[in-house]
């Protein structure tokens, strides 16, 4: 079971970035991927999350007019598109598999397999 | 939005000895209270999820506890790999906050 990440990018601010996440080793759409970023130095930043199953998605407030994720099943992958790109956007970028262990009859959501990372640097 | 405090933000410890670090959540959160470790250059690996459910494959060295909104992560006996930045986050709603990180350096 694995998550890779495609390769690190450097844009200019203004520009888009479109970051891949390709799972394997288990059955796609019965998780979802949340992505996390984490600037230089600094701890961790929930963006949002999205659903392997259909695609639906939930954004973090902070950056949900800049961000689209999006899924293509015939390949396992899931992406991360950031719009309009500033420097404090500069950060490694982590896809993870949400799991929902259920647990004397509760749910409890976690990110147990994390990709290793994307490097995007807006300079 | 949730916040998660964590305290304190940086520790030292020798090893053999017993580390606890302290998360606290804005508002009810139910047992939804996950524990990541992250080293440097590293993706963070989950410890402890549900508040006090080891995960698979984490040393029992490791262990989680709560009282109302304050969490806690124990270590009972450190050893050299437990060296590393800790992180709490809250699974009860978006965005899933995470605290701000609790860095364990040898003494």
């Known amino acids: 079971v694995q998550l890779v990440q495609s390769g690190a990018e450097v844009k200019k601010p203004g520009a888009s970035v479109k970051v891949s996440c390709k799972a394997s080793?288990?059955?796609?759409?019965?998780?979802?991927i949340s992505w996390v970023r984490q600037a230089p130095g600094q701890g961790l930043e929930w963006m949002g999350w999205?659903?392997?199953?259909?695609?639906?998605?939930n954004y973090a407030e902070k950056n949900q007019t800049r961000l689209t994720m999006s899924t293509d099943a015939s390949t396992n992958t899931v992406y991360m598109e950031l719009r309009r790109l500033r420097s404090d956007d500069t950060a490694m970028y982590y896809c993870?598999?949400?799991?929902?262990?259920?647990?004397?009859?509760?749910?409890?959501?976690?990110?147990?397999?994390w990709g290793q990372g994307t490097m995007v640097t807006v300079s | 939005d949730i916040q998660m405090t964590q305290s304190p933000s940086s520790l030292s410890a020798s090893v053999g000895d017993r580390v606890t670090i302290t998360c606290r959540a804005s508002?009810?959160?139910?047992?939804?209270l996950n524990w990541y470790q992250q080293k440097p250059g590293k993706a963070p690996k989950l410890l402890i999820y549900?508040?006090?459910i080891l995960e698979s494959g984490v040393p029992s060295r490791f262990s989680g506890s709560e009282s109302g909104t304050d969490f806690t992560l124990t270590i009972s006996s450190l050893q050299p790999e437990d060296f590393a930045t800790y992180y709490c986050?809250?699974?009860?709603?978006?965005?899933?906050?995470f605290g701000q990180g609790t860095k364990l350096e040898i003494k």
């Open positions: 080793g288990y059955t796609f759409s019965s998780y979802g």
């Open positions: 993870a598999r949400d799991r929902g262990t259920l647990v004397r009859g509760r749910i409890f959501d976690a990110y147990d397999i």
């Open positions: 508002q009810s959160i139910s047992s939804l």
């Open positions: 986050q809250q699974s009860y709603n978006s965005p899933k906050t």
């Open positions: 999205i659903s392997g199953y259909n695609g639906q998605t």
């Open positions: 549900g508040a006090t």
